[in-house]
């Protein structure tokens, strides 16, 4: 059972991933239509039409559904078996679905009546909290299938560490917002340079100008932000391996979600270098609520043995 629930974990954190991923590449490729203003049929039949645009679209649909099964079915057994352990587990379990029920609905509802880049773009921030709150229960499941000894005990995380991995968390998804309406607002390649909009580093001089380096801008400080937490960590929490490498992965896939997102302007919307970016920062934002869990740790013990 112990083994049959960690694959499962891992499985559904996986699926998870590429509906994520999977979403982000229906919007660069330009495939949310690609089977027409219908659903759950494409064009009228189950099957799509063998275009790319209708097999993109297709295939995230199919994700979507194969993943609603899987995180369903996680959850039901994570409810049973892992709540006793750890309390926050209910708690992960009712996100993970109703995100997941969002996500789901949004893309619909999107596909059958239109939809705005401001509500688009919101699309993406539900999947990502979807996709945080199993891989989360993935890892509760892999702590409370270890033997009671090895079970992470809470640890003390300071006001100031608080005040980094809260205000970032938030920060964070304000970013993935932003990014995200960049993209629904068809304005990736609005600046063609770096870091500026133009050579000459004159202001921006129109709408989709001003949403990049907004973008920018907000991600600038978010990357500035993170080595500042990552300093504060390797200072004072070197016992503490879990936010001690935990800050330095942070760091390290902040630096990858930049140079994803200089080289997509640079390859001019390279398809590798775009989902690229969708990933790194699907992954920062992962470990970011890892540290909250942390800190619920940190607040609230968990004692009885998983069975």
């Known amino acids: 059972m112990k083994f049959a629930l960690r694959l499962l974990s891992v499985i559904t954190t996986f699926v998870m991933l590429i509906v994520l991923i999977g979403g982000a590449l229906v919007t660069k490729t330009g495939s949310g239509l690609g089977c027409g203003r219908q659903w759950p049929l494409c064009h009228g039949r189950f099957f799509p039409e063998m275009n790319p645009a209708s097999i993109i679209e297709w295939s995230h649909r199919m994700s979507t559904g194969v993943s609603t099964i899987l995180v369903l079915a996680l959850a039901v057994l994570c409810w049973k078996k892992i709540s006793p352990v750890f309390r926050e587990t209910k708690f992960l379990v009712i996100m993970s679905i109703i995100f997941l029920l969002l996500q789901a609905l949004l893309g619909a509802l999107a596909v059958v009546f239109g939809s705005n880049a401001l509500v688009m773009a919101l699309h993406f921030g539900i999947s990502l909290i979807s996709f ?21 005990k809470p640890l003390h995380i300071g006001k100031k560490m608080q005040f980094h991995i809260y205000g970032l968390i ?138």
Not at 217 to 238: Q, S
Request: aromatic share 18%; with cysteine; net charge positive.
């Open 170 to 307: 938030t920060y964070t998804y304000i970013v993935v917002y932003t990014g995200a309406y960049v993209r629904h607002t068809k304005s990736s390649l609005a600046c063609s340079v770096f870091p500026f909009c133009s050579k000459d580093g004159a202001l921006p001089s129109y709408f989709n100008q001003w949403v990049q380096m907004s973008h920018r801008a907000a991600a600038l400080l978010l990357f500035v932000w993170i080595f500042v937490a990552m300093f504060h960590a390797i200072k004072h929490y070197k016992e503490q391996k879990q936010l001690y490498y935990g800050w330095i992965i942070s760091a390290i896939l902040i630096t990858l979600q930049a140079i994803s997102g200089v080289m997509s302007v640079y390859s001019q919307l390279a398809l590798g270098y775009a989902l690229a970016h969708s990933f790194f920062i699907s992954c920062l934002f992962g470990v970011l609520c890892y540290f909250c869990l942390l800190i619920a740790r940190f607040k609230y013990e968990s004692k009885e043995p998983f069975k």
């Open 132 to 152: 945080a709150s199993v891989l989360l229960l993935a890892l509760l499941v892999f702590e409370a299938t270890r033997s009671e000894t090895k079970l992470v």
